[in-house]
Each structure stands twice: as C-alpha cells, then as structure tokens.
C-alpha cells in the first residue's frame, strides 16, 4: 500500500503515530479486495484510515497516549470503528495525541511529541494532532479524531486540513474512551470538506450502546454538497474578536466574510453575551467529569499496575507513576470542584452558566442560519511555547469550547494562510443536526 512508503518517508519527522498496523492493513487490503471482487465494494473500500489513538480497536494497542495504558489491547471494538470495518476500510494505524486528550498542542502525550507537518517547529495542535498531522502529511487519506473542547477542529486548523465536530449525539461514543462524556464527540479530520460528509455518511447514526447517542434520522451528508448558498444569514459574534487574537487570523477571517457574501450570503452581527465565561464554564465542568472517569485507571483491572505494600499503596503508585502532569492535575481540579462545599460554588454554577451559553445560541440561530468565527486566535504555535503555561494553553481553545458546552455541530475548514506560511482555519458553527448544512456551505466556500 503506497501510504505506507508515505509513512516510510516522512514519519520519522512528523511522528504522527503511536501505532502503525502495518501487518493488519495488509489483510485489510486483501480483505477489500475480495469484497471487491464480490461486488461489495463501496465508497470507503480500501481507503487508509487513522484513528485516534483513544478509540477503541479490538485486537490492537489503545493507549490514550498515557503511560497507564501503555499495554491496553481492547476485547471490543468500537461503534465507530466497526462502522468503518463493515465499509472494509483499511486501519493504517493509531494516531498521537495529548494523554486523555487534554491538550491543545499533542505535547502532551506520554510518549512523544507530533510536530506539525507545514513547520516542524511548530505544534498540530491538539489533542488529535496526530490524526490532523498524519493527513496533512498524507500519511493517510482520512482520520478519526475526538472533540471535548475543540480536540477535532484547532489541529485540523494548525494543520490546514478539515475537522468536523459533530452535533452531541450524532456519533456514537461507544468504544471512545471517556474524557468529560458530556462533551465528547468523535468526528472526521480529511483533506476536504467532501471527504467529511463521506465519512459522517459511514459513522453517524443512532446506537443502542450509546444511551446518550440521538434517536434522530440522518441524511444523506453527500447530496447537500454543491447545493446552493444564496440567501443563508451568517451571524459574526462581535465577542469574538477579542484582545488577543493575531491580526492575520483576524483579516483572514475579514475575508472569508468577504467571500461568503459575493456567494449570496449575508452577514449578521449578533452577539453571544456570555462567551467571556466560556474557558472557565468549560475547565471546571471538563475536569469534574474527568476526575470521575479516570477513576477507574487503579492498576487492579487493566494497565499498568505498579506494586506496593498493600492495595492503597498500589493504587497511589500505579497512578503517580501512570498519569502525566496535565492529567494530575486535572484529576485535583475536578475532584476540588466536585468536592463537598465546594460543588454549589464551582460545579453547579458552571452547569447554570452552562445553560445560558446554550440559550445564547438559541437566540443566535433565531436571526442566523450559521455563525462563523476564526477557530483559533493564532496559527500554529511553536514547540515548547505554552507548555508551562496552563492558562495560556487552555486560551487557545477559546472559539471552540462554547460549541461543546452547547452542544452545536461546527467544522473548521482552511482560509488561508498566515505570512509565514501557516495555515488558518474558519470555523462553521450549525443549528442541533444540522451538520448538512455546515457541509453544504463549506463545501460551497472551499
Ligand atoms: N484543549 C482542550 C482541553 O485541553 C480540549 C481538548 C479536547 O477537545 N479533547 O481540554
């Protein structure tokens, strides 16, 4: 398979994997092949496909990129995987990301840092900067990636490609490895907004082993590419063009808007009053459900198990030893915010401030179809940059961690470049389901 000579070629410098399954793609290839000959073949047969490396695969390492998973090998497959398995897809293999996906660099992974492909001392992005990386660098034609606060859309922006998150419920979460479940959602990086709806095509749908997956109908995402745009109201959030954001992204976006508009849009100013509250709604409710699903990372039923003079000390040991420092200390912030006497201060008010960013939306979309914005304040940054800066790390996510905490469908696509040479992505935010239409009108745009 010609993506593993890719792979050969430029992998050593972009390290976009933590797993390559090269033995098994080739059975997967043979695989496709017959199904071919057996007339089965469909629109995903034989097409490389990498998947983060928090997504379930049986049979193959899953790692989450920590170090406390560094052994896991999956009994089960995932819903989305088993999808793409049933379409005769071909696994090139699992991709880098920041440990537990918290991060917006990758440099945070247990194992090693992805460097991004346009500017090798620079970030992809995170946390799937290995599946935006290993697609920028054709590493592979699509991937799966995961969104908790922007993890599909900020690389698919630092790396010039596209990120689709979608619609909370839309794709199931089974075999995803748990972050903050109320946020999560697995979603498509690829090299164009088509390719996207062909893999929305293949991984939505309702799914009895998700019981927070959406009962809803999905549409054929294909037949709404190259329809047309004119007349759609595109609301511009004037919140969002805070202090802080780099002045190319800012004309980028200028004109994109431009652009919109000679298709047959119209602009809207609107406003979503409480985006300032949108960073810190996000970290205390983010890392309250983190500190409750990594509870279960003990050493006792799989993973690395440190041992020690009795069952606490073990415990102790295994997760010292096991986590990293972002997940450490994400861990003591949810479990603070979680804690008794605190909850009504920190996480309770976060839930309240929650809802009104949602009903911010709401109001939004009563005058607009769409809302765009830049999805990041900055192209990609350099290696080492933030890193010891927590807060300035957690700022980079700033334009898409709203859409999470609502629970919207948005997508970044490429709009240029910065002049350095960096890619900057817009960012296409939808109604509920309406991942259609954000394919239609960045299809329309690309
Ligand atoms: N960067 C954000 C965080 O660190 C979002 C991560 C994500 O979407 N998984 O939590």
Known sequence: IDVFKRIQE??????????LTVEKAYNMAR???????????????GIPIAVKDNICTKGILTTCASKILYNFIPPYESTVTLKLLNNNYILVGKTNMDEFAMGSSTENSGFHITKNPWDLERVPGGSSGGSAAAVAA????????????????QPASFCGVVGLKPTYGRVSRFGLVAFASSL?????????????????????GYDVMDSTSAPIEKPDFTEYLGKDIKGFKIGIPKEYFIEGIDKEVEERLNEAIKHLESLGCIPVEISLPHTEYAVATYYLIATSEA????????????????????LLDMYMKTRSRGFGAEVKRRIMLGTYSLSAGYYEAYYKKALQ?????????????????????????????????????????????????SVNL?????????CGFSINGLPVGLQIIGKPFDEAGILQLAYAYE
């Open 10 to 19: 430029v992998e050593e410098k972009v390290k976009a994997f933590i797993t």
């Open 184 to 204: 999560d959602q697995i979603g498509p990086i690829t090299k164009c907004v088509a390719d996207a709806a062909i893999l929305m095509n293949v991984i939505a």
């Open 406 to 414: 609502a629970g919207l469908p948005a997508i970044s696509i490429p």
């Open 138 to 153: 054709d590493e592979c034609i699509a991937a799966l990636g995961s969104d908790t606060g922007g993890s599909i859309r």
């Open 291 to 310: 500190s409750s699903n990594l509870a279960r990372y003990d050493g006792v039923k799989y993973g690395l198990r440190v041992e020690g003079k009795d």
């Open 31 to 45: 695989d496709a092949e017959n199904a071919i000959f057996a007339g089965k073949k469909n629109i995903l047969t």
């Open 353 to 401: 401030v929650r809802t009104l960013i949602k009903q911010d939306f709401e109001k939004a979309f009563e005058k607009v179809d769409f809302i765009i914005t830049p999805t990041a304040p900055t192209p990609a940054f350099k290696i080492g940059e933030k890193i010891d800066d927590p807060l300035q790390m957690y700022l980079s996510d700033i334009f898409t961690i």
